[in-house]
């Protein structure tokens, strides 16, 4: 979901800003483009939010790995090393 949001906020941003700044749009469309603009924004501040949130609760816990299942969108460089790597036998 977060990935669909950050792509729509760009094709709003992006690709929607020039073409109502070069035609104009009537006023409805340019409310709701807005209010779109805005939303997605919105959504995306609180998606990070409530990550950020839970990650500092699974630290405060004394797991101090990120989960298995969350998938950050980074190149492979700069992704951390999954839990298993580190755990010795």
Partial sequence: MDAFLSV???VVGVI???IV???GVPQGLLF???LSAIG???LLASFGAITAVLIML???SGQYFLPADLRLPL???MRPAPASHFVRN
């Fill in 21 to 23: 700044a070069t035609f």
């Fill in 8 to 10: 729509a906020l760009v």
């Fill in 16 to 18: 929607a800003s020039p």
């Fill in 32 to 34: 709701g483009l807005a």
């Fill in 58 to 60: 699974r630290l405060r």
């Fill in 75 to 77: 190149p492979a460089a």
């Fill in 40 to 42: 997605c924004a919105v």
